[in-house]
T-cell receptor
Framework: EDQVTQSPEALRLQEGESSSLNCSYT??????LFWYRQDPGKGPEFLFT???AGEEKEKERLKATLTKKESFLHITAPKPEDSATYLC?????????????????FGQGTILTVHP | GAVVSQHPSWVICKSGTSVKIECRSL??????MFWYRQFPKQSLMLMAT?????????EQGVEKDKFLINHASLTLSTLTVTSAHPEDSSFYIC????????????FGPGTRLTVT
């Protein structure tokens, strides 16, 4: 069974205080790992896709990395507007085609709050 | 990025009535769409996979006769909550992958359903 575990459940930072969010996964053949940001009352917003161990992606203050067992979302010098829930999801290779193409397994998310 | 819309953004209905939620891919064709529901402070729970021109595939524990899904075209999927009850009140979100060369999914803004 595919499993995704995110930690911590909640994280409070001061503005400018860098930190990392963790996403540990167990999947039978990983096709891709995805990071999303979700603001309250809205749908998730796509951030990154990582396909293989060692891969890194960056966008503004965010950097995502991937190993064979986990992914990290590093937040450098966060600002209050970075406050949101960050979701991690995996796409097993068996769902990379066919009628269940794209079926993701999500983690529970990390609620990030950045105080000014 | 690809754009997915949902309509309505929120709806209030009386117990026993049916409600239809639309999910549209605005700038790409989606042979597959996914429907999720999300309870407060919880992650996304996949309800069903919608495939254009064929029957939807429902996740274990989801009543297919209660949550009717129709994927009538390559840009439109609908979710109808039949004989709604207060426990069906939730945040419903759809998503779609833009194509078989890109595995990331794009989410709609969500529909808040309240059943009184």
């Amino acid at each position: 069974e595919d499993q995704v575990t995110q930690s911590p459940e909640a994280l409070r930072l001061q503005e400018g205080e860098s930190s990392s969010l963790n996403c540990s996964y167990t999947v039978s053949g990983l096709r891709g790992l995805f990071w999303y940001r979700q603001d309250p009352g809205k749908g998730p917003e796509f951030l990154f896709t990582l396909y293989s161990a060692g891969e890194e992606k960056e966008k503004e203050r965010l950097k995502a990395t991937l190993t064979k067992k986990e992914s990290f979302l590093h937040i450098t010098a966060p600002k209050p507007e970075d406050s949101a829930t960050y979701l991690c999801a995996v796409l097993p290779r068996r769902y990379a085609g066919g009628t269940s193409y794209g079926k993701l397994t999500f983690g529970q998310g990390t609620i990030l709050t950045v105080h000014p | 990025g690809a754009v997915v819309s949902q309509h309505p953004s929120w709806v209030i209905c009386k117990s026993g009535t049916s409600v239809k939620i639309e999910c549209r891919s605005l700038d790409f064709q989606a042979t597959t769409m996914f429907w999720y529901r999300q309870f407060p402070k919880q992650s996304l729970m996949l309800m069903a996979t919608s495939n254009e021109g064929s029957k939807a595939t429902y996740e274990q524990g989801v009543e297919k006769d209660k949550f009717l899904i129709n994927h009538a075209s390559l840009t439109l999927s609908t979710l109808t909550v039949t004989s709604a009850h207060p426990e069906d009140s939730s945040f419903y979100i759809c998503s779609a992958p833009p194509g078989h060369t890109a595995y990331e999914q794009y989410f709609g803004p969500g529909t808040r359903l309240t059943v009184t």
